[in-house]
């Protein structure tokens, strides 16, 4: 409980914590209505993943040289693991989605936007963040906040339990926040000046799931 306390402080004074919310599904994988038709063998590609076209041999090789090139021999073990559950597992199409969603998760949870987060974050990460919105908006307080430039964007660690993949990704971001009261009063930040900041968010996904979406299972900042 203290933990949760204090976890819920520095989201109000720093407010640079990296969180959830709007495409997270859609650009890490989501079903959306729209998706390719599903092949012979009754699966469906993921969303965010290169589509193989005529030769689906080629593509997985292609997917297969990403996972030949990475230099970390644990990330190439996992990330071999992976596609031996998931073929369509795919290496960069997740690093592209985990680019794409930054800055639309952290304007959202500036906005308090709940809805938005409820569907792309576990039980535990939902409630820390419902907690930081709502003594947010008990102090009559509101955050306005962009993301300038993501100045690195990298897989930290990646693991496979069962058929459960985890990956963790480390975020490097210039951003520009201010917190401002009822008054419309800035109260903490400056519009004028940026902020360096260095989040890192957990993403999980069971690779045997016809849902193709991660959720986001765990944050924190460094």
């Known amino acids: 409980m203290g933990e949760g306390f204090q976890f819920i402080d520095i989201i109000l004074l720093a407010m ?3 969180f959830i919310a709007l495409r997270l599904r859609s650009l890490l994988g989501r079903r959306t209505g729209e998706e390719p038709e ?18 689906p041999v080629a593509a997985r090789m292609d997917r ?11 990330l190439r073990k996992a990330f071999r693991a992976m596609q031996k559950v998931d073929s369509y597992f795919d290496v960069d ?35 820390d963040f419902n907690a930081a919105i709502t003594a947010r908006e008990e102090a009559s307080q509101t955050a306005q906040g962009r993301v300038l430039d993501l100045v690195d964007v990298r897989i930290e660690d990646a693991k496979l ?15 520009v926040l201010v917190t401002m009261n009822d008054r419309d009063e800035v ?35 460094e």
């Open 187 to 221: 109260i903490e930040g400056n519009s004028s000046d940026t902020v360096m900041v260095n989040d890192v968010w957990t993403f999980e996904r069971d690779l045997k799931s016809s849902d193709p979406a991660w959720l986001l299972v765990a944050t924190r900042s």
């Open 93 to 127: 199409a997740f690093i592209d989605g985990a680019r794409s969603v930054y800055p639309m998760v952290l304007e959202a949870f500036w906005r308090g936007d709940r809805e938005e987060l409820r569907g792309l974050l576990n039980d535990d990460v939902y409630e």
């Open 38 to 55: 599903h092949r012979p063998d009754g699966s469906a590609p993921h969303v965010g993943q290169p589509d193989v076209g005529d030769d």
């Open 161 to 175: 339990v069962g058929s459960v993949a985890e990956i963790t990704v480390a975020y490097k971001a210039e951003i």
């Open 64 to 74: 297969e040289s990403v996972v030949r090139l990475e230099a970390n021999p644990a």
């Open 16 to 18: 640079v914590a990296g």
